[in-house]
């Protein structure tokens, strides 16, 4: 038996299926509503000119403050050495004896023809008076008294230096000949002494670097100390010598094969904590950068134009900024151009921000300092 549907059956339906069609052609012409993400966050900091210390360092080589080459004047064979190798010896301390047998007796003959030329003088010079003898014959013997007085002077010198004895206070080094050795005159070293304290410290800058300097200086963004410069040094386990030196030597000219320009600096050493032939770093201290500026290191980036940074404008927008950075000072890079005060810098926050792009700045909050030290690219 069919069953029938009634007809208010189907229009109950089609009123039903015909209310759902509508509301949902409503929800699709009625705009979804949607809030836009805020903008990020980021740090920036405000430029503030201000006067830093400018550091510049070097690799140094520490050198004795004096050394002489200790040589024999004379032949013979070595027969002492009273000194130690490696040891601080006093001006005038033997360090070699030469065979003096050879001097002693060589010195004592002419001693004796010395005083028998003086004894002919003696006996001359009255008989002149007396026209006994001839004006010649009184001359000739004051010439071999002056050449008898000649020799022994010579004789005695040559005596004297059989005793090797230092020219210098200082250490003395290793001994080149040993005893029992001949030594055939000044052309066989003996040994060094050295002078440690003071001691000097070479370094050299380069050409760049000078004119840098004189450029910097001229401009107004270097001041230079009053005075001598003073300089720092760092031993190779980075520890900071203590006390301070001073420059005393510029060399006028550069090294046509490096480049650079010679500098030296003396240091007082009692303790002889630099030994010559010492690496060590040199800073030069007492220069400044007035009204310099300053930026956290992680504000600059690289890109293909080279160094740049991100700048806020007055609505918060971000822009790109070229900078020439110079120097790192503590955990910042010092910027040489790009920048002025009132400049609002993007520290934090890089990897959110994209050229015109909106932001939300708050002031940056610098960590403890990291205390690396400022290098000169």
Do not use: C
């Not at 001041?223 to 030196?245: E, H, I, N, R, W």
């Not at 790192?328 to 920048?339: P, T």
């Amino acid at each position: 038996m069919k069953h029938l549907i009634r007809p208010a059956t189907w229009i109950a339906a089609i009123a039903v299926t015909l209310v759902l069609l509508g509301a949902a052609a409503a929800r699709r012409r009625s705009p979804v509503a949607s809030s836009a993400p805020p903008p990020p966050e980021v740090s920036v900091v405000t430029v503030v000119p201000e006067t830093v210390t400018a550091r510049y360092e070097y690799v140094g080589q520490a050198a004795a403050s004096r050394s002489v080459e200790v040589r024999s004047q004379v032949t013979g064979v070595i027969v002492a050495r009273p000194y130690a190798e490696g040891t601080d010896v006093a001006k005038g301390t033997l360090l070699f004896r030469i065979d003096p047998t050879t001097y002693e007796a060589a010195y004592r003959s002419a001693q004796a023809r010395l005083a028998n030329a003086d004894r002919t003088l003696a006996r001359l010079k009255p008989l002149l008076a007396a026209r006994a003898v001839a004006q010649k014959d009184v001359d000739d013997a004051q010439q071999a008294f002056d050449q008898a007085q000649a020799a022994v002077d010579q004789t005695k010198k040559d005596y004297d230096d059989t005793f090797v004895r230092a020219e210098i206070s200082g250490r003395a080094g290793r001994t080149q000949l040993e005893l029992g050795a001949r030594v055939t005159g000044p052309g066989d070293l003996l040994t060094t002494v050295e002078r440690v304290d003071p001691i000097y410290v070479n370094f050299s800058p380069s050409d760049q670097d000078v004119l840098r300097w004189r450029r910097d200086v001229k401009d107004g963004r270097l001041v230079m100390p009053k005075g001598p410069f003073a300089v720092q040094v760092t031993l190779a386990d980075g520890s900071v010598y203590p006390g301070t030196g001073k420059l005393n030597f510029t060399d006028l000219a550069l090294q046509p094969a490096t480049g650079t320009q010679e500098l030296r600096a003396e240091l007082e050493n009692p303790q002889h904590l630099l030994l010559p032939g010492q690496f060590v770093r040199v800073r030069l201290l007492g220069l400044t950068h007035p009204g310099a500026i300053l930026v956290p290191q992680r504000a600059v980036q690289q890109g293909l134009g080279g160094s740049f940074v991100y700048v806020l404008d007055a609505g918060d927008k971000v822009a790109t900024r070229p900078v020439i950075a110079t120097a790192w000072d503590g955990g910042s890079w010092l910027i040489a151009q790009g920048l002025a005060a009132g400049d609002r810098v993007v520290v934090d926050g890089l990897q959110q921000v994209a050229p015109g792009s909106p932001v939300r700045a708050v002031a940056y909050q610098p960590a403890a300092d990291s205390g690396a030290a400022r290098s000169t690219p």
